[in-house]
């Protein structure tokens, strides 16, 4: 199975990895499983940190080659992408989960979240 991690996912693996479940945090540390972020979840976290809603251990350099590091691809945006996503309906109005779902269905992924707006979509979920 392949994976793709919602952004507050993301975050707590960065920040308290203890803080996710244990079969997240086997997802998560498991570098053969093959697993992926959204650059758009990357760009999120950037956004954020410079508003101050968030604070990170790590610059964003040092974040990027941790996630690689771990075995986690950084899935970019492809014109598929965008036309599941103007199919998609508007059950979630936030545009960077919008994609995260987007590209779940077209790459034919799970989507590890704790949103409860991902149920309302065609999309496998792993629920944290």
């Known amino acids: 199975m392949r994976y793709i991690l919602d952004t507050h996912v993301i975050i707590h693996a960065l920040k308290e990895p203890e803080r996710l479940p244990l079969n997240i945090q086997g997802i998560v540390n498991n570098k053969s499983m093959l697993k992926s972020i959204n650059i758009v ?68 992924m799970e989507v590890v979240t704790s949103d409860e707006l991902f149920n309302k979509y065609n999309v496998n979920l792993v629920k944290v």
């Open 41 to 108: 979840s990357l760009w999120e976290i950037v956004i954020k940190s410079s508003l101050g809603k968030l604070t990170m251990l790590r610059n964003i350099p040092e974040m990027i080659n941790e996630i690689t590091k771990n075995g986690f691809s950084i899935l970019q945006i492809v014109p598929q992408h965008l036309i599941v996503l103007h199919g998609l309906e508007y059950f979630h109005r936030d545009p960077f989960d919008r994609i995260i779902i987007s590209q779940a269905i077209t790459e034919n």
